[in-house]
């Protein structure tokens, strides 16, 4: 077993059972106390659990901390690089796309690049400077607006109105949080041309490791009822996984 996939099933496992002792964390997953303090002083820098004496839990406390798009890209990458081929893998020829502005989203790029007669617009510097390396045929849109440097994305009112002036197939778009009952969320308050491109697409599809159910952060993005598909990995817990099913909303697994 990977070290990625330990720590996202220590993570899941501290979800399902709550503060949890290290004695007891290293007897469950077999490893010594010594390499379950590594794992939670990793998982603790990003966010995902909180460490008690002797012991964690789970994160389930609204979170404030705005990182940069390369700090994002760092954190669960494996993770998140299975959950971009598989949104790509919803992709067909000659569709029109938004990517929002992500380290998920990012991902998806590789896969994207042999798609024949592809639109994709999008107000992230890094998914352009990706797509233009791969010496990409894809037709690309993007909108203006303010350059905003800790995202290394564009916003205001110019990037509204230019994803309002097109009509799209699919949005793929992350979240810094997201909300069973609310949808997803985020810490950046310049959230509004996230909004829409939800208005100029078709469907909405969330991209997200599980780490950020849960994560209550102050802006909501998509509401729950906007999203047609989420794709994220199986730390996932099967509570949230039945309430988004429930709300007719197609969960993808990695």
Not at 103 to 124: D, G, I, K, Y
Not at 169 to 182: M, N, R, V, Y
Request: one cysteine or more; glycine letters at 6%.
């Amino acid at each position: 077993m990977s070290v990625e996939i330990r720590r996202e099933m220590l993570v899941r496992y501290l979800r399902e059972q709550g503060r949890t002792s290290v004695n007891d964390l290293a007897t469950h997953f077999n490893i010594t106390g010594a390499t379950i303090r590594s794992d939670l002083r990793q998982l603790e820098q990003s966010h995902q659990v909180t460490r008690r004496y002797g012991g964690a839990e789970a994160v389930t406390q609204p979170i404030t901390e705005d990182r940069t798009i390369d700090e994002k890209t760092a954190l669960n990458q494996n993770i998140k690089q299975r959950i971009g081929a598989k949104a790509a893998s919803l992709v067909h020829d000659g569709e029109s796309i938004i990517l929002d502005n992500g380290s998920t989203t990012l991902q998806m790029v590789p896969w994207l690049v042999e798609r024949v007669a592809l639109t994709v617009m999008t107000n992230s510097l890094h998914i352009i400077n990706e797509v233009v390396a791969r010496d990409s045929n894809m037709n690309l849109l993007m909108p203006g607006g303010t350059y905003r440097k800790r995202s290394a994305s564009f916003h205001g009112g110019l990037a509204e109105q230019a994803f309002r002036a097109f009509s799209f197939d699919k949005l793929f778009i992350g979240a810094d949080g997201f909300d069973i009952e609310q949808g997803t969320t985020t810490f950046i308050e310049a959230y509004q041309v996230s909004q829409a491109m939800c208005q100029a697409a078709k469907q909405i599809i969330v991209v997200t490791d599980s780490s950020k159910f849960g994560r209550k952060t102050p802006n909501v993005v998509v509401p729950i009822d906007k999203i047609d598909i989420v794709i994220t990995d199986h730390g996932i817990s099967e509570a949230d996984k039945t309430a988004l099913e429930q709300r007719g909303i197609q969960v993808l697994l990695v």
